[in-house]
């Protein structure tokens, strides 16, 4: 069974504050996620990653950083947090190439609040 | 870009009557993109139900279905007796099988079932 473990689980800050958000996984996937869910909008991608160095753009990226250190560390970095960046995140990894992969296996979640 | 659209909300169905949660994309940038189901169970982390990655195919996992439409770009998720158990939020994913292996999500869909 994957693994995938966040820290911290639970985080508050104040406006303008650093947050950074890690996620480990223990299982060589190569490919790393990171989403943040609200109610009614669902999961949304911030950023992804194929491998240590790389760092794929998602589809709500402002106000966040990520880094992808090594195989098994992506790490989602809020230089300023804001108010609007209150939210669960989720950090997914999946292994494999081709279309016969893909599934994702998420951590338990970190919620952020930003004061 | 691609995107997912599921029925958004709260749907309500007694046990043991029949359950269909729609799903339909928009694959703009790749023919053939995997598609999946997870599911959060409360009090659980995100987990996938079941996903298929040729066109044509059906998924079936617990008892739910899904059938890959390439025509109708549809991947609805159907069971034919829910139970109380089923309770949950579902939410419809696709992978691409380009640019990184990029995974959007729907907007979630939780459904209750009554006893």
């Known amino acids: 069974e994957a693994a995938v473990t966040q820290s911290p689980r639970n985080k508050v800050t104040v406006t303008g504050g650093n947050v950074t958000l890690s996620c480990r996984q223990t299982n060589s996937h190569n490919y790393m996620y990171w989403y943040r869910q609200d109610t009614g909008h669902g999961l949304r991608l911030i950023h992804y990653s194929y491998g240590a160095g790389n760092l794929q753009i998602g589809d709500v990226p402002d106000g966040y950083k990520a880094t992808r250190t090594t195989q098994e560390d992506f790490f989602l970095l809020l230089e300023l947090a804001s108010p609007s960046q209150t939210s669960l995140y989720f950090c997914?990894?999946?292994?494999?190439?081709?279309?016969?992969?893909?599934?994702?296996?998420f951590g338990e979640g970190s919620k952020l609040t930003v004061l | 870009g691609d995107s997912v659209t599921q029925t958004e909300g709260q749907v309500t169905v007694s046990e043991s009557k029949s359950l269909i949660i729609n799903c339909t994309y928009s694959?703009?940038?790749?023919?053939?993109?995997?598609l999946f189901w997870y599911v959060r169970y409360p009090g659980e982390g995100l987990q996938l139900l079941l996903k298929?990655?040729?066109?044509?195919q059906k998924g079936s996992s617990r008892g739910f279905e899904a059938t890959y439409n390439k025509e109708t770009t549809s991947f609805h998720l159907q069971k034919a007796s829910v139970q109380e158990s089923d309770s949950a939020v579902y939410y419809c994913a696709l992978r691409q099988d380009t640019n990184a292996y990029k995974v959007i999500f729907g907007k979630g869909t939780h459904l209750h079932v009554l006893p």
């Open positions: 694959a703009t940038s790749i023919a053939y993109p995997n």
């Open positions: 298929v990655i040729t066109a044509g």
């Open positions: 997914a990894s999946s292994g494999g190439t081709g279309r016969n992969t893909g599934q994702l296996y």
